[in-house]
């Protein structure tokens, strides 16, 4: 086992996970919409800034929150501009055309200024149903672009006064270590590291089947963790059993001495698969191939059913620390 003289905590995954460090799982809860991460934004405020003359300023997905009263449900409208800016900004080319986003919603702001949104279908679908006109809701949305015309934004969830999340207890909205969820939110397990730039390696034998290189990772609906750059591997047991590993907030992606990683690339155990990025915080999560692990939120079906490389996430993230590989694909009888 490694020294632990990077990472805090000390734990089981050190010599699986880091090649230098060790860790501390807490308990794994399921992923919701992170709510947390958007900030509180003043729409009359946010109109008042500059618009280019011609053309239009892309920007890098910016999660932002306006509480707002719904003028119109609005109803279909062309998409193209958005998903062009989506693309400048990094998101790949195939989850922009994949993005369903054909509505567009009227909001007022609180001094009676009108912005039309788009919004992506799933919660379009929710939204008539849900908000009379002339309803204060709050929208949850993405800035991805601004034209003459004003901002394009991308609202990925909303919430009304009435459909606050409640709970038998208060909610832990502390944000995690790794920035992306909040504690009651949170998927897997966080190291945190002293320094960026430290080897992140494979848990076990495996390969690449996804490569995300995006620092704004879009992945608000269903939440898969739109958190910067990431790998996941998958681990094919002798028992036939599988398990996926992902391993994100990474600063580079490359392979073992240097090499390039790449989808289908096959790696060792402990392997190099990337470094620690500049905010020196390793996210990582465990998600096993079983019956009744599997997601049953439709927006995940809606929106990556068709997608291959995202098969990955129909999985539920498990508790690291409560979960033995080993012995789930059959390598060694399981501990009491």
Not at 21 to 39: D, G, I, L, Q
Not at 49 to 57: F, K, N
Not at 160 to 165: E, I
Not at 197 to 207: K, N, T
């Amino acid at each position: 086992m490694a020294t632990p003289h990077v990472f805090r905590k000390p734990g089981w995954l050190v010599a699986l996970v880091l090649m230098v460090v060790s860790c501390a799982a807490p308990e794994a809860a399921r992923a919701e919409f992170n709510f947390a991460r958007y900030k509180e934004t003043d729409l009359d405020e946010f109109l008042a800034r500059r618009r280019p003359a011609s053309g239009m300023d892309v920007y890098p997905m910016s999660p932002l929150k306006f509480d707002v009263t719904l003028a119109s449900h609005g109803g279909p409208c062309a998409s193209g501009a958005l998903k062009r800016a989506l693309i400048m900004s990094g998101m790949p080319k195939p989850d922009a055309d994949g993005l369903l986003a054909t509505n567009c919603i009227t909001v007022r702001s609180a001094k009676g200024r009108e912005l039309k949104v788009f919004m992506q279908d799933v919660v379009y679908g929710f939204l008539p149903n849900e908000v009379p006109v002339g309803d204060k809701l709050s929208l949850y949305a993405v800035h991805a672009y601004t034209s003459p015309e004003g901002p394009g934004l991308l609202v990925n969830e909303f919430l009304t006064p009435r459909s606050f999340p409640r709970a038998d207890k208060p909610a832990d909205k502390t944000m995690t270590s790794c920035g992306c969820w909040t504690q009651d939110e949170h998927p897997g397990v966080d190291f945190t590291s002293d320094k960026p730039g430290g080897p992140v390696a494979a848990m076990a034998d495996g390969v690449v089947v996804k490569i995300e290189n995006s620092e704004q990772a879009s992945a608000d609906l269903p939440v898969i963790g739109g958190c910067g750059r990431y790998v996941v591997l998958k681990h094919t047991y002798p028992n036939g059993g599988v398990v996926y590993t992902r391993y994100v907030q990474l600063g580079r992606i490359i392979g073992p001495k240097g090499a390039a990683l790449a989808v289908g690339t096959s790696v060792k155990a402990k392997d190099a698969i990337g470094e620690i990025g500049p905010n020196k915080v390793l996210h990582f999560e465990i998600r096993p191939v079983a019956p009744g692990n599997i997601t049953t939120i439709k927006a995940w079906a809606e929106r990556y059913a068709g997608v291959p490389d995202m098969d990955w996430s129909r999985y539920e993230p498990v508790d690291p620390q409560k979960f033995d590989a080993a012995s789930f694909g059959g390598v060694k009888k399981a501990t009491k």
